[in-house]
């Protein structure tokens, strides 16, 4: 029987083929077989993979989901050039329809027409569902009992946030346009 390999080579390889992120606990299912490794040897991993990564094109990041790797924001302008599709624009109306339920969640579509002064059309809704970035949350209790909409784990994966904490404070951000221009910047990050 081979030895193991070691730790950081296993949760590397996890992290470039999951095309996802991946929690501590999915990691530590990697070796729930073998008993070979703890929480701290795993998180020992990832430091060591992030401290490997420093000065190369790619980095270890913390998302909502977990850990992933991606391609370093100061070269994706040329890696992106593999690939002839180019990355989705989203439209303003998308991205402040979004904005809103970022940073007002949970907020019905309702609501969201009052803020923006224009009917939300049903595509955008529909396109921030299919995307997992939103979901319906509940019902607010009132006539119609409208849907309320928050944002999912996808949404802060695909963002590259930990957290809602790490969008700017809405107090720093002038205008709905502002908010959903701080979303496309975002969106246009490696890991989006």
């Known amino acids: 029987m081979t030895a193991p390999p070691p730790i950081r080579q296993v949760v590397e390889a996890a992290l470039l083929a999951a ?3 991946l929690s501590l606990e999915r990691l530590l299912g ?3 077989e073998d008993g070979q490794s ?3 040897a795993v998180l020992e991993a990832l430091s060591g993979l992030e401290r490997d990564y420093r000065e190369r094109g790619v980095e270890l990041v913390e998302v909502a989901g977990g850990y992933r790797i991606q391609v370093r924001r100061e070269v994706a302008p040329w890696v992106a050039r593999l690939w002839e599709e180019r990355p989705a624009r989203y439209s303003r109306a998308l991205l402040e329809t979004l904005a809103l339920i970022a940073y007002r969640q949970p907020i019905t579509r309702g ?3 009052e803020i923006r002064g224009v009917v939300v059309s049903t595509h955008i809704v529909r396109t921030l569902v299919e995307r997992e970035w ?3 949350v509940g019902h607010r209790d009132v006539p119609g009992r409208p849907a309320l ?3 999912t784990r996808g ?11 790490e969008l700017p404070p809405l107090a720093e951000i002038r205008s709905l346009e502002s908010a959903g221009e701080v979303l496309a910047e975002l ?3 490696p890991g989006g």
């Open 187 to 189: 969106s246009a990050a």
């Open 155 to 165: 949404f802060l994966d695909y963002f590259g946030l930990r957290s809602l904490d």
């Open 30 to 32: 990697l070796f729930a």
């Open 19 to 21: 095309g996802e992120p």
């Open 149 to 151: 909409y928050a944002t």
């Open 111 to 113: 609501e969201i027409e």
């Open 38 to 40: 703890s929480p701290e």
């Open 134 to 136: 939103v979901r319906v």
